[in-house]
Nanobody, 121 residues
């Protein structure tokens, strides 16, 4: 089992950057693929990015490709989401997740509580 805690959210102007972090408890972090999802008000939770256990493979939603970068540091039990060129439509609560990996919600068993990202125009 793993517990996940996100941080790094906040208010930023359009065109700005933020880096989200997700710290995982436990000694088996490297055995989990990790993902980032987001949920805007009134919308369903959607896939943003995912990374393999080793960090050697990453993939992204089309809407963020080229602007966001997912990475992980297995020595620090942490996964990151670097978000550049932010747009108002990126405003959402961002969640990290751990398990098999993939772009579907049910690919992940473990979820954090989320961190709010607000992009002003």
């Amino acid at each position: 089992q793993v517990q996940l805690v996100e941080s790094g959210g906040g208010l930023v102007q359009a065109g700005g950057s933020l880096r989200l972090s997700c710290a995982a408890s436990g000694r088996t972090f490297s055995s989990y693929a990790m993902g980032w999802f987001r949920q805007a008000p009134g919308k369903e939770r959607e896939f943003v990015a995912a990374i393999s256990r080793s960090g050697g493979s990453t993939y992204y939603a089309y809407s963020v490709k080229g602007r966001f970068t997912i990475s992980r540091d297995n020595a620090k039990n942490t996964v990151y989401l670097q978000m550049n060129s932010l747009k108002p439509e990126d405003t959402a609560v961002y969640y990290c997740a751990a398990d098999k990996g993939g772009s579907r919600l049910n690919d992940y068993e473990y979820w954090g509580q989320g961190t709010q990202v607000t992009v002003s125009s």
